[in-house]
Each structure stands twice: as structure tokens, then as C-alpha cells.
């Protein structure tokens, strides 16, 4: 008799289901790839709440300059800046008006935290009383300056909030220029942070410099390793800590693209 | 993706081989299931036939219908087996009666014996690879993580800092090696254990088979 398992069996044999399986891998490899179903190495960063100094409102203008001096009478504040005019109560026009000596009440403005209140502007009438007519008329229309002068500095202050720095306390405002509104170091200090959190290295001494070119939207426009020590883990967490930190920028000042090369280390983020 | 790429050239031989294992015990299992549900399908129709079918002559003449069962394997040997000795019969003097005195129904025996034996030999063929993978899949991922960690380690302490946003990339991607290792293991076990299970009823069915086939060619062929 003619054994039967000499002849072929109708069914694929190991070969077959191997390229079947392989297939199977592949394709699974694809759905985790396409629907994300990996998880996600970055870890969420806390968000961070920067106070910028500069234009934090105050609720007095003259308490957030440093020590004035009684003799200071400052002109009103240069219109040029966004940033917080100063709108100084004393205008030339009391200043005129003041007895050169003899009046110390012409410094009260600034020496006072609450010029406003009523009691104190009691106590300086008592203390300006001696005067006469003549002081109370000065007291009377500093008072009304005063007002004034509160009045436009809130409602400035309520016009920049309005303007779009809600949401985002803190984001740089100026020009650039100012102390505490560069926006380099605002980048710099969000990298910085974003870093911290994203650290990660194989190798001794590694060092990325990249080169970020961030758009008008405050989105990163381009985004290039300029050079590396071949840290593979370290560019990575590079790469996550630019695209942490990505997540909070604001838009450069003047609607421009801004471009600057940061150079991360083990020890931290500097600028190039 | 990011995590596999970051990950440590021992690491990544560590995921290839996983996925070779994957590979291959997959293409074991589907192989298994069709061969082991066709031998399951085929041997139910060919004893169903066998049971009615009224000589053996007319079962032989059928056996191609039913290819795929153990059984039909079984009876192919032991008919040709009975045919040999009939034939030797025949130069002697009565065709109708094989003599046990020579050993006609041990023969029959060995032959269904050696059928057997050959059966269960292709039955649990590749059953070892979805064995071995089932048992050293997980050793291999747990090296393949134990080596990532150490070089994350090596990278903190170099870095400066042990904070758990530092330590935890690290070691989320050394644990990979570690899923991967399961994942290839735990199907190649189930599968392992499911075709064994499978195996043994045919085993069974074979040898009751085996023992119905001489009981009959003992009842209508042997001499008394």
C-alpha cells in the first residue's frame, strides 16, 4: 500500500504561516504606531507661573519705585513704552504752585502708602492747616490730580490686561529691552524649567546645542540640533524638554520671529 | 517609538530576538491549529466511514477522502500489514486464514505501533520551539531590562540628579524588553498547552483505534 503521508497536505505548511505571522507582527506594529497605543515617554510638567515685576500692578504708583526721595518730583512717565507709565501726581503744574520751604506737604504723595483715603488726606490738611487759605486751595487741587492721575494709571493697567495677558501671568511685555522682559531669557528660563524635568543622559559629559527659531504665533518654527556628543538619550530628553517648555511660550515681542541657539548640559541650559 | 529608539544597542538585540521568537510561535500556532483541528475533523469522518463500511477492501479504496486523520494513517499501515501476510498465506496453502503461529497479528501490531509513534512524532512537531520560547522569553526581556537599567543608572549618576523625572525614562524603557519577553512567552505557553491537550485525545483515539483494528483482524482473519 501506498503510505498516505507521502503526499502533500492541502493546507499551508510551517512556511506559510510563518510569512502569515510575520505579516500579523507587521501589521500589528502598524496600529500600535498609527493609533499611539505606546506610552508616552514625556511626563507632564507642571505648569509654571511667572510674575513678570515689571508690570505687576501696584496700588500705589510710587510703591513700587525704589526709596523716593521727598525732593523727587518726577515728570510723567515716557509714553514711548508699553510697560507701566508712571503717572506721576506730581505734574509741573502743583509743583509750580508749591511754596519752595515752608510746604512739606508737597512731598506727602510719595512718602504715603495710601494718599487716597480720606483720614490721611485729614491728616494732611491738619498738618498743612497752618497755611491758610492759600494750602488748603494747593491740598484741594492735589487731591483732584491725584484722583486723575489714579484714574489713568487703572484704567491703563486694565487696558494692557484686557490686550491679552490674561491666562498667561507673567509673559513678557516689553520691548526687550527692560529688565525682567527679555525675551531670550524668557525662553531661556523656560527651557531651563522644562529641562530639569526631562534630564536624561548615557554618556559622560553630553552636550546638544540646538538653534530655535520660534514664529510670530509663539510656536516653534524651526527647530535644529547644531551640534551633539552623540548622546542618543540625551538628545532625546532635549528634545522633549524644547517641546515641554514649547507648550507655554508666548509670542515674541513685535510680532517677529525670534532666533537664538541654547546649549543644554547635564549641568543646565545656557544660551549660545 | 522614541523609547525604542533610544534605547542600548544590547537592549535592541535583546527586542529582535523577542520578536523572532513572536514571529515563529505565532507561525507554530496557526500551523498547530489548522493541522490539529483538520486531523480532529478528519479522523471523526473517517470513523464514522470506518464504522459503517462492511470490508476493508472498500475502506482502503476511500483513504484519500480522509488524508489528514491520524486514524486513516493507522489503517493504511495495518491494511497493508494484513495484505502482506495474506499474500504470504496464499503461496502456502489457505488464503482465509493468517496463522498467529507466525506471528501475523504481531505484526499487525508493531506496524500499527510504528504508525502510531510516526503520527504523534508529526502531531508534536515545533511543539518545542512555542516550549522554549514559553519558558525563556521572559529571561530573555528580564535581561534585556536589567542591562537598560544599569545603563540608565550609569547615565543619572553622570547627569547629577535623581529626581523621578530623571530615573523614570530610564527605566520605562528598559522595562520594555521586559513586556516584550511576556508578550512572545504567553501565547507560546497557552498554545503550547492547548495543542498538548489536543495531542493526547488523538494519542487516545489512535490507540483505541489501533485495538478495535486488531481485535478485528484477529475476529475475521486469524486461524482458531
Known sequence: MKPLRMRKNSYPGPGGMLACSFLLHVALLA??????????AHPLAEETYYVDMVSLPVASPAKGTPAPTATTQQPAAPQAAPEPPRPAPQSPAPAKAAPPASRPSMTYPTAKTKPTTSKQKQVQSDETAPTGAEAKAFQDRMAKLERQAEDRRQADVLARLRKGTGGKKGAPTGS???????????????????????????????????????????RIAQYKVENSSGDKMFEDAVDRAVHVAERSFRKPPGGTPFEQGFVFR????GLK | MGMLASTGLVVKLVLGILLYFSVVSWGIIFYKLLQVYRANSASQHFLEFFWKAKRFDAIATQLDRFENSPLAVLFNEGYGELKKLQEKVVEKSDPSVISTDLGGIDNIARALRRATTSEITRLEKYLTFLATTGSTAPFIGLF??????????????????????TVAPGIAEALIATAIGLVAAI????????????????ISEMDSFSTELLNIVQRNFAGR
Not at chain 1, 526687550?176 to 529641562?195: C, E, V
Not at chain 2, 501565547?187 to 488523538?202: D, E, R
Open chain 2, 144 to 165: 534585556g531590562t536589567v542591562w537598560g537599567i544599569m545603563t540608565a543608572f550609569q547615565g543619572i549618576g553622570q547627569a547629577g540628579s535623581a529626581s523621578l523625572a
Open chain 1, 31 to 40: 496600529i500600535v504606531v498609527t493609533f499611539r497605543l505606546y506610552p508616552e
Open chain 1, 266 to 269: 547635564p549641568q543646565g541650559v
Open chain 2, 187 to 202: 501565547p507560546a505557553v497557552m498554545g503550547y498547552n492547548h495543542f498538548q491537550q489536543k495531542i493526547k485525545v488523538l
Open chain 1, 176 to 218: 526687550g529691552t527692560q529688565a525682567g522682559s527679555d525675551y531670550a531669557a524668557y525662553i531661556h528660563s523656560r527651557l531651563k524649567d522644562a529641562f530639569v524635568d526631562t534630564i536624561a543622559s548615557q554618556t559622560k559629559s553630553p552636550q546638544v546645542t540646538v538653534r530655535l527659531v520660534i514664529g510670530p504665533d509663539g
